[in-house]
Structure formats: C-alpha cells, structure tokens
C-alpha cells in the first residue's frame, strides 16, 4: 500500500474513533479534531502529488476539481508540465498483435463457455484484460488485415471483395502506409512472423518493403504446415512453396518437416528474447491457426500427437472425427499464446508491454465448405452463419487487450469496435500523436482514452462491416442515442442457398458442453430458428443487434423509416468507395515455371533471391 493509502487508513480509524467517543472530555474532542484536520489536509497533498504522477488518476480528479478551485487551471498546468516531462521519459510500451486465423467465436473457453475447447492460458489474459465484446472484422481474410494494418476500411483500400489467392497479381497498393511504418516512425523494431496475405507479385508488397524490420513469413492464406507449400485446383492445379524469411525463400535443404505452428512460435520466443530492453519493438504474431492447413490440393486439419492426446481432445467422442482435430488445433492455439506470454515475462519485457488478441473473422461453416475451401469445423453457435458472411458468426470476432498500463481492467466493454480502430488505439498508447495519423485520412477511431479509464462505451457510433459491389453486397451498423444497436445486411451471400447456423460438433439441446459466462450471447429468441425471413439477396434485412444477436427477426418491415435511414448512410459511404484491385490468375506465376517455387513473378528487377538462404541451423537454440 502506497503512503496515500496508510494516511486514509488511519484518517478512516480516527474519523471512527471520533464518531463513537463523542462523549469524551472536551480536550480530547479537540485533540481529535485537530488530529483529523491534520490527516485529512496530509492526506490531501499526498493525492495531489500522487495523481500527478498518474495522468490517467489525475484525468479524473481534476476533471471535478475545475468545476469549484480556483487554482485548478494552474495546478492543471503544473500537472500537465509533470506529464510532459514523465512522457518524454518513459519508454514506449513493447506491442504484440496476436492474430488467430478463422477462430469461431465459441472456440474459446472464455467466450461461450465452451467446455470442449478449454484455452486456459488465453482465458488468464483476457479476464485479467479488458475483453471486447463488440470487436468487428471483415468477413475473410485479406480485407480484415488490410483494414488492421492500414486504419482504413477495407473498401476505402480497395481489398473489399476477397482473399489475394496465389499467383493473382495484387495486393493490398503501396501507397497506404501500414502500421509497422507509423511505429517504426517513433523509434520501433518491427516485426512480422506469420500468415501475409497481402500480396506477393512483386517485392514492393513483401513485408521488408513496408515497414517490417524482420519477416518469418508465408505468401498467401493458407500452407501446408509440415512441407511450407500452397496451392489449389483452381483455376488450374498448381503448388509451390512459399515460405521465406525477409526477402528470400527458405527451401528445403534448410529447413523442412518442422510442424509450422511451432516453428513460427519458436522465432517469435527468439525474437522477444533478443531484444534490447532499450527499444521498444512491435511483433505482428499471425498465426495459420486454427485455419485449415492445406494438403497438396486438399484441405485437412493437421495436428500432432502431442496434442490430440490433451484430455479434452482425448475425451472427445470419435463420432466427429474432424471436430476432433479441430479441438486439438485449439490447444495449439493456446500454447502458442503461452509461449509468447512467458517469453515476455522471462526477459521481463512484460511489464511494459501491451498484448493484443484478434480472430480475423469467424470459422467457415461445413454448409459453405464447397465456396470457402473446406470447413475447419468450427463453431460461431449461436451466431448465425460464419466465415465469408456479414452476418455476427463471420464478422463479430473474439478479442481483448491486456497490459499493466491498463489501470482499470479485468472487466467486459461493449463499445462499439472495429478492426480499424486498433491502428490509432495502439499509436495513441505509444505515445504518437495522432495528427499524423489524420494526414493519411485514418477512418479508425482511437479508444485508447476509454479503455484506460475503464469506460462501457467509446467513441465509434457506426461502422461498416463491407460495401462490395462486384461482389454485391454490404452492411453496416448503427448506434443510437439510447444504446440500441442496428444492423442492415443486403445483397448477395454464398451462392444465395445457405443461410443458417452451425450447431457446435457433438453437442445437442440437452449436453450443449458449456457453462455460461459473463460474455455468452443470449439469443433471446429460440437459438438457430429463423423467427422472420432474411434473405438479403431479395431484400435489405434489418436486426435489431442488442435484443437479437443471433439474428433470428428481420425487423425490416417495422421499421422502414429506420431502414431507409441506414440505406442512406450506405449510399453515402459507397461515393468513398476504392476501386477493388481483384485480377485473376496469372498463367506466368505457375511455379512449374519458377522452380517448384511461389516467386514475385511481375518484379521488375528480382524474380529469384539475389542472395539465397544457405545456412542450415535455422533456429539457434542459445536463446531458450
């Protein structure tokens, strides 16, 4: 207990004494009232030089104190001046950004309660941070990260229509600054280790040429985790590897056979360990996991041994072989973010750090498998639909921050949150100022303020999930003044014939395999019925997203005047709308042509590494 906390202690006994020894000589009430007067003025000096040294305590105070001192804007300005000297001395918070990849929103145990999929090393972090319970992503993979990595919406970068598969020539233009660029701006070590996804037909759009210090990388949205290649059947079979550290490929002789989840977990340990304590660094963790890994021209889920024989995966009934796997996949997860927790902690980096957890977007449905390349058999349960859909179970993802600069903490936020929004959330918490970020016209909203003072609402009102018009469809949400949440969904879904809800694997009405926690959805209607019809390809559907978040009524016919208001605001946003940069498949990029290898093909001056990989020893083991 600091010395303002002893001081209140005995101000407390005392005020006590005097209330219940009333009775007392007088000499002794005087002597006690001069006793309090005392204490109280003490402990009042020692709150005010306390709180200057704790702005965000401060905020608070003097907040109130303006409203009947006289002397607040002087003692503000003293403040202030005490404020800026700490700022210009205390270092900047290391970030680490941990992406999880198709993650269902009942896949981890804090969320649904999920009894199948028990995360306990993920759970820790999250209750003892602040858990976003209305954080909104993309439906798929490259938008989402080109929305996080930009500040913009995918659609104002021209990313909104789909995942860059390999060999289409484009990605997420060079001419957006990205995140690793703004933080290498105040002084940051940057680095990727992971899933890209933003393009690779020339090296201009390899993570060393924006903003990145140090890559450990795959090209596209999947890879097979054991052999590092990619391919598909469409539009004609092709498969290459596609793994490179910065700027040059990593081929077999080097390294091969190592299980990729913890390969890439074994750098981001390396990483964190050789840092210098004097620079602050910035780690993009973007893990493949629990998406599907791809076998040659077939989607599997590949686990190892190790963690199929976890009791809750060894547990699990046979009858769903592939939930199965797919539940081993979720140790995975939370060993991977364990690792990382105790790497910071062991060099003590984690006590200036801020851990940021992110799903993409939601786990695809086995309903749509035949569209989204297989199914990683997920669950979104109760939300309705997942993976490449704009309903909650593909756009409304599981997230929190954690860090010991959060002073108000271990609790739930239901303020509105958008991918976009952690680009100036995290610079702010920087210390940058985010001027700089309105330079390149940033559309996400810091929420640093409201998360520091432990606040259930923010800045954001509004957000849009997509506008995508070669695609055909949008949607967006509304906050009104009284809290009440909407949410408008139209156009074209899938092949327009699959509109409903996954049922978790292996569970049913009677042995749903989970507990309730404080951030289980509650449908409030009948979960996985439809009450009243949505098919947004014939009509715009309308929900009402705090008394239906399951999405069950289409409320679009009793409200037109509201509907009609949110149209508008779509046609609104769609004049800002970025030409989406989609191109097909290039025969040209076919690795049968480069070698058995993914290159950027369309590179003007460098097809092959200049300087190929040829050291053996990938992961030195001095560091662990």
Request: overall charge neutral; some cysteine.
């Amino acid at each position: 207990m600091h010395a303002c906390g002893q001081l209140a202690v005995k101000l407390l006994a005392y005020h006590h004494q005097f209330i219940f020894q009333m009775s007392k000589p007088i000499t002794t009430f005087c002597t006690r009232i001069a006793v309090l007067i005392a204490l109280t003025i003490a402990l009042s000096d020692c709150s005010r030089r306390h709180n200057a040294r704790h702005p965000i305590r401060r905020r608070f105070r003097y907040g109130q104190a303006q409203a009947w001192n006289p002397g607040a804007q002087a003692q503000a300005r003293h403040v202030d001046r005490i404020e800026a000297e700490e700022k210009a001395t205390t270092p900047r918070p290391n970030i680490v950004l941990f992406v999880a990849d198709d993650l269902g929103h009942a896949d981890i145990s804090y969320s649904e309660g999920n009894l199948q999929t028990p995360t306990p090393h993920i759970d820790k972090l999250a209750w003892d941070g602040i858990i976003l319970n209305r954080h909104y992503t993309n439906p798929i993979c490259s938008p989402t990260r080109s929305a996080l990595m930009t500040g913009k919406d995918a659609w104002r970068v021209g990313m909104q229509s789909s995942v860059i598969s390999e060999g289409e020539p484009w990605g997420l233009p060079v001419q957006f600054k990205i995140q690793p660029q703004y933080f290498k701006d105040l002084g940051y070590k940057t680095f990727i280790v992971g899933k890209w996804h933003l393009g690779t037909y020339s090296r201009d759009h390899f993570p060393n040429h924006r903003g990145f210090d140090y890559s450990f990388w795959f090209h596209g949205g999947d890879i097979n985790w054991f052999n590092y290649t990619a391919g598909w059947i469409t539009p004609v079979p092709n498969n290459g590897r596609a793994f490179r550290e910065n700027d040059n490929m990593v081929f077999a002789n080097i390294t091969n056979n190592f299980y990729f989840p913890e390969m890439m977990t074994a750098k981001a340990e390396q990483i964190i360990h050789d840092q210098d304590p004097s620079q602050p660094f910035y780690l993009y963790f973007t893990t493949p996991v629990p998406h599907t890994g791809i076998d040659q021209f077939g989607a599997v889920l590949q686990v190892m041994p190790k963690y199929q024989l976890r009791p809750p995966v060894r547990s699990f009934t046979d009858k769903f072989p592939e939930r199965k796997k797919q539940i081993g996949l979720i140790q995975v997860l939370d060993e991977q973010f364990k690792r990382i927790v105790d790497a910071l902690a062991y060099t003590g980096a984690i006590n200036n750090t801020i851990i940021v957890f992110i799903g993409d977007n939601g786990a695809p449905l086995l309903g749509t498998s035949a569209i989204g390349r297989g199914a990683n058999r997920g669950s979104n349960w109760p939300l309705r639909l997942g993976k490449g859909s704009l309903f909650e179970g593909g756009v409304r993802t599981l997230s929190f921050i954690w860090s010991p600069l959060l002073q108000r903490c271990g609790h739930i936020t239901n303020q509105l949150f958008h991918i976009t929004d952690w680009l100036p959330t995290l610079y702010e918490a920087a210390g940058g100022n985010l001027a700089d970020l309105d330079k390149n016209d940033i559309t996400g909203m810091s929420q640093w303020t409201s998360l520091t003072q432990g606040q259930n609402y923010g800045p954001r009102r509004e957000l849009v999930n997509n506008i995508d018009s070669r695609g055909g469809s949008y949607a967006m949400i509304y906050q009104d003044q009284y809290g009440g949440m909407y949410k408008i969904y139209g156009g074209n879904l899938y092949m327009n014939n699959y509109f409903g809800w996954g049922v978790t694997e292996g569970t049913t009405l009677d042995n749903p395999m989970k507990v309730w926690t404080p951030t289980s959805v509650e449908c409030n209607f009948p979960e996985g019925t439809e009450v009243t019809q949505c098919r947004p390809y014939l009509s715009d559907c309308l929900f009402d997203l705090i008394n239906d978040p399951c999405e069950t009524n289409n409320i679009a016919s009793s409200y037109p005047n509201l509907l009609q208001t949110l149209k508008q605001k779509i046609s609104v946003y769609n004049q800002s709308v970025f030409p989406f940069q989609n191109k097909p498949f290039d025969p040209a990029s076919h690795p049968d042509l480069h070698q058995g290898l993914w290159t950027p093909w369309l590179d003007p001056s460098e097809v092959y590494d200049a300087d190929p990989l040829t050291y053996s020893t990938f992961i030195p083991t001095s560091f662990f």
